[in-house]
């Protein structure tokens, strides 16, 4: 089983507060990843991360910044949420590296919601 | 742009069939092809992974096969059973460029297996 963990599992806060949702993996892998994803849609990459100090945009547009201090840490913070980042937000992880890419393993997911 | 489709979108089926999901996707130069299952409010679970050399994967009940030339997956999955409801779901990875890390996802096919 992957050891990747998201805190919190829920959270309900109100518009403009400032949020950090926590990841973090025991597993050693370089390549971090934040995804997003609303009800019965797709999943979109919004954030990723090869490595400590590296961090690069995904596909789907987000108002949210990420940070890689620490290989195993790879918190996701939105300075002032609207109703509008209401979903579902899932990291991943993967190796890579100098051979071919591996599974992307993920963790449980935070399910935000903005009133 | 590489597109994702899964087909259909919802399954029923009584336990004990035999059932296969299907995946296309519209760029075949890909590295690998992932196929997860998620259930509800959760994170998602690796069932297998294949690799573009490969044809077919195997899982316990689980088989799945790959035609890169013709842009398709299939995940079989045999004697379903209730534990098997979930939505699942396929991935592909871009063989090179810029972004190869990154997952493009289908929708998912939702599936409920009766007792």
């Not at chain 1, 370089?30 to 609303?38: A, G, S, V």
């Not at chain 2, 799945?64 to 059973?81: E, F, M, N, V, W």
Request: aromatic content about 8%; some cysteine.
């Amino acid at each position: 089983e992957a050891d990747i963990y998201q805190t919190p599992r829920y959270l309900v806060i109100g518009t403009g507060k400032k949020i950090t949702l926590e990841c973090s993996q025991t597993m050693g892998h370089d390549k971090m990843y934040w995804y997003q994803q609303d009800p019965g849609m797709e999943l979109h990459l919004i954030h990723y991360s090869y490595g400590v100090n590296s961090t690069e945009k995904g596909d789907l547009s987000s108002e949210s910044t990420v940070s890689r201090i620490r290989t195993e840490h790879f918190p996701l913070t939105l300075e002032s949420a609207r109703p509008s980042h209401t979903s579902q937000y899932l990291c991943a992880s993967s190796e890579g590296g100098g051979g071919p890419p591996y599974e992307q393993y993920f963790g449980p997911g935070t399910r935000l919601t903005v009133t | 742009k590489q597109e994702v489709t899964q087909i259909p979108a919802a399954l029923s089926v009584p336990e004990g069939e035999n059932l296969v999901l299907n995946c296309s996707f519209t760029d075949s130069a890909i590295y690998n092809l992932q196929w997860f299952r998620q259930d509800p409010g959760k994170g998602l679970t690796s069932l297998l992974l294949i690799q573009s050399s490969q044809r077919e994967q195997t899982s316990g009940r689980l088989n799945a096969s790959l035609d890169k030339s013709s842009g398709r997956s299939t995940l079989y999955i045999a004697a379903s059973q209730p534990g098997d409801s979930a939505t699942y779901l396929c991935a592909v990875r871009p063989r090179s460029g810029a972004g190869s890390y990154q997952l493009t996802f289908g929708k998912g096919t939702k599936l409920s297996v009766i007792p």
